[in-house]
């Protein structure tokens, strides 16, 4: 069983950043991926970024050059760090974590809301 604690999300102006916290515990297993999520009303939930154990990364398109996936294994923690920030950015984020032919989990959520 894994906890995922998310933390970071706010209101921000276009053009400004974020850093989104995942603090994973529990069950944590040698093999596994963990992946932020965002869904804005309205819309279907997209993949924004993926880190996997062994440190490979992977970014949705409409992110890419402005957010940066990043982890620190000794906290248990995935960062996303989000420069450049869009109105269409605007959604709630979540952490999931996937273990190689396990379950997923999920964390509550953190909102981002991108306006002036």
């Known amino acids: 069983q894994v906890q995922l604690v998310e933390s970071g999300g706010g209101l921000v102006q276009p053009g400004g950043s974020l850093r989104l916290s995942c603090a994973a515990s529990?069950?944590?297993?040698?093999?596994?991926?963990i992946t932020w999520y965002r869904q804005a009303p309205g819309k279907q939930r997209e993949l924004v970024a993926a880190?996997?154990?062994?440190?490979?990364?992977n970014y949705a398109r409409p992110v890419k050059g402005r957010f940066t996936i990043s982890r620190d294994n000794a906290k248990n923690t995935v960062y996303l760090q989000m420069n450049s920030l869009k109105p269409e950015d605007t959604a709630v984020y979540y952490c999931n974590y996937q273990a190689y032919a396990g379950p997923a989990y999920w964390g509550q959520g953190t909102q981002v809301t991108v306006s002036s």
């Open positions: 529990g069950s944590i297993r040698s093999i596994y991926t």
């Open positions: 880190i996997t154990s062994g440190g490979s990364i």
